[in-house]
């Protein structure tokens, strides 16, 4: 008999190239007439919200702009952004960026419609609500955040705090494929190797919830980010190989929101966190080598389950080389992955020395919520020896 299992995602989801500059369109009557749209300073910088910013007063908005979201957003940028949505009386909340804009965006929706306080609602199913009416525009092709009830904030000695409810799914996710055109190839690579994380980890999660449409999406989700991520980073003005990855991107969004990531996220954590390394490229300096340690016990099934994997993400491989032959096969193409990209394969080459890996393995072992998940249960020590051999 099945297991019983919840799935949530977006209520609503456009995917069209040219959408953002429809906003007002498609999301005006529902954000009302005060907006509060959260950015970064260099998409503002940039005018790639303009076009949003003036559809949405040609509908009869009034948009205030918070453009001061980082990487690894703070709790201190979250509570301005809080304090900012309350002055104006927002009635409405947009968030346009990559992941760290959309995370405050949510929180912000949250805390802004409900006054509730942020440190009783850290943790799985804490948040109140209400919520202000809330829309995402991705500009980034990896973390998914549009259709995931998670927000994650950096708050003191660099810990990763989250809030995860289904309350902080936006009423609309709007995928403008043109929106990531401009990427540059070091992000483009970090943050589509983010999204095949997050696939691969939904796929093999030990929690409960690990449910057929998690599984079914993360495979889907695989088969387009492996047959377009070498494609978008190297001819970024494809647009088929964009729209190709934002829509995987959002697919191991789904996939994971509602079968949560595991040990990688766990242990990329205090690389963002303490040394600001891009929450993607963390993901993928530690993946290879967590999934070895997973496959190295055969007891807990990850080895069959990546192997499944391998030839949705990298055809080529096929599968006739039997789980373990498999297994390992999928686990190299992705490490060699990483360095064909461009990107850094190795913790010592972000700033990261020898010395800081017991504290890093010490920090990881926090992230309870995501390692009670992981196919294999890691201890401080198994972290150690990760970290060891991913520096």
């Known amino acids: 008999m099945l297991a019983a299992f919840t799935f949530n995602t977006t209520a609503r989801i456009v995917f069209e190239d040219g959408a953002a500059a429809r906003l007002g369109e498609i999301a005006g009557p529902r954000l009302g007439s005060r907006v509060l749209l959260v950015t970064d300073p260099g998409l503002r910088k940039l005018g790639l919200c303009d076009p949003a910013i003036a559809s949405l007063e040609a509908a009869g908005a009034s948009v205030t702009v918070f453009d001061r979201v980082e990487a690894d957003p703070s709790r201190v ?13 927002a009635t409405g909340v947009v968030g346009f960026g990559g992941g760290s804009s959309l995370d405050i965006a949510k929180l912000a929706a949250l805390l802004g419609g409900s006054g509730e306080d942020i440190d009783e609602a850290w943790g799985v199913g804490n948040a109140k609500g209400p919520r202000l009416p809330l829309v995402l525009v991705p500009t980034t092709a990896g973390t998914g955040s549009e259709v995931t009830p998670v927000s994650i904030i950096t708050v003191e ?40 994380v997050h696939a691969i980890e939904a796929y093999a999660s030990k929690n409960a919830n690990n449910n057929p449409l998690s599984r079914m999406i993360a495979i889907e989700a695989l088969r387009l980010l ?4 070498e494609t978008a980073v190297f001819d970024g003005t494809n647009r088929q190989a964009r729209a190709a990855m934002l829509l995987g991107s959002m697919l191991a969004g789904q996939a994971f929101a509602n079968s949560p990531v595991a040990a990688v996220h766990a242990l990329a954590y205090p690389i963002g966190g303490i040394f600001h390394v891009p929450h993607g490229l963390s993901n993928a300096l530690v993946l290879p080598h967590v999934l070895r340690f997973n ?22 491989l096929g599968d006739e080389g039997g789980s373990q032959a498999n297994c390992a096969a999928f686990i190299e193409r992705l490490a060699s992955l990483s360095q064909e990209l461009g ?31 992981n196919p294999r249960e890691v201890t401080e020590a198994d972290a150690l020896a990760i970290y060891r051999a991913a520096w």
């Open 295 to 316: 496959a190295a016990e055969t007891a807990n099934g990850s080895e069959r389950l990546y192997a499944e994997l391998a030839p949705h993400a990298f055809p080529d």
């Open 226 to 229: 492996g047959a377009n991520i």
């Open 77 to 89: 940028t979250l509570m301005a952004a809080s304090e900012l949505a309350k002055a104006h009386s």
């Open 343 to 373: 990107l850094e394969t190795k913790l010592r080459q972000v700033g990261i020395g020898e010395g800081d890996l017991a504290q890093m393995a010490c920090d990881a072992m926090k992230q309870t919520r995501l390692l009670v998940n």
């Open 157 to 196: 000695d660099g810990e990763k705090r989250g809030v995860s409810s289904p309350l902080i799914l936006p009423d609309i996710a709007v995928l403008d494929a043109g929106l990531t055109i401009g990427l540059p190839a070091a992000i483009t690579a970090a943050t589509g190797i983010d999204a095949m």
